[in-house]
């Protein structure tokens, strides 16, 4: 089960530019999801609840709130960031 109501972060902390340890066990976790091919298949033949909570904790861990963008949903063969004037990438269909 994963934590839906995490602690807020103190105000005065620094931000890290390393991501948790949290951060990356929920991203290996996602990682062999998707590798294993169970992203598009409801529980119990696939894991795709288990993939979206990790997806939501996982942004929550590293404090993102964007709707509609995902730090999962990487381009691996982008050139750079999107332009400015671009709406934000959508959810990719998991069906």
């Known amino acids: 089960m994963i934590d839906d109501n995490p602690e807020p972060p ?3 902390a620094p931000q890290s530019t390393h991501p948790s340890p949290k951060a990356v066990e929920l991203f ?16 119990p033949e696939g894991r795709r609840l288990e993939y979206i909570d990790i997806d939501i904790a996982l942004m929550r861990e590293l404090e993102r ?15 750079g960031p999107p332009s400015m004037g671009k709406e934000p990438p959508k959810h990719r269909v998991l069906a």
């Open 10 to 12: 103190s105000p005065a």
């Open 28 to 43: 290996q976790r996602a990682l062999e999801i998707e590798a294993a091919g169970a992203t598009g298949k409801w529980e």
């Open 65 to 79: 709130g964007f709707w509609n963008v995902s730090v999962l949903q990487v381009d691996e063969n982008a050139e």
